[in-house]
């Protein structure tokens, strides 16, 4: 029983990510199309039945060209978005900095919200009540395994730490998450465990 955890493909970095509606670079549709197909090619050894994916456009589209290789559909589930980072969604760096200086991830409390958004406390236990629910649905034959499911590079970020049993704040080291990357999840005896990290050989 395995989860594949996939973060998008690229992006546009010269706006605020989060819950930002924009989309993917053509890099990004690139990539996407890489992974589809190295999985296509690979289906025996991944054995995928179900994908799911954020609600955000980077990551539908994403899981749009997957799923047209691997010929599944996917649910697209909105508890699996990157942190609310609120009217800073979307926004240029530049406006971003203008309007609301100083206003970043790693320098909030992890009580405080971003403005119109969520605090990164809120973010966490978004994000492991979600991974609890997954691994149950699983476990109880809810959700056919093995699970594809498609995010970000927070969120991703933060079942590293779950995983490993440490703590989580905002101003935590960040794991090496690149667009499109796989990392899995296996059932093992006591739980859960990561067994493969950063997985980017699609891309080469």
């Known amino acids: 029983m395995k989860i594949f955890l996939v973060r998008h493909g690229a992006d546009d970095e010269g706006y605020r990510g989060g819950w930002s509606q924009r989309g993917l670079t053509e890099q990004g549709i690139i990539q996407s199309k890489q992974l589809g197909n190295y999985l296509h090619h690979h289906a025996e050894q991944y054995e995928i039945h179900t994908i799911i994916s954020s609600d955000l456009p980077r990551a539908v589209q994403t899981a749009r060209e997957i799923e047209e290789k691997l010929n599944i559909p996917s649910s697209f589930v909105k508890d699996w978005r990157e942190m609310n980072n609120g009217y800073l969604a979307g926004m240029l760096h530049e406006e971003a900095e203008k309007n609301y200086p100083g206003v970043y991830f790693n320098a909030l409390e992890m009580g405080s919200p971003f403005p119109g958004g969520e ?4 973010f966490y236990n978004r994000i492991c009540a979600s991974f609890d629910t997954l691994c149950r649905d699983m476990e109880e ?16 970020n933060i079942l590293y730490y779950l995983l490993d049993k440490r703590e989580w704040s905002n101003k935590s080291s960040f794991h090496p998450i690149d667009h499109t990357s796989m990392h899995t999840i296996e059932k093992i005896v006591n739980g859960w465990s990561l067994s493969t990290m950063n997985m980017v050989s699609h891309l080469d």
Request: charged share 15%; proline share 5%.
């Open 119 to 122: 605090s990164p406390r809120n």
């Open 141 to 156: 034959q809810k959700i056919e395994s093995n699970v594809l499911l498609i995010t970000h590079g927070g969120v991703i």
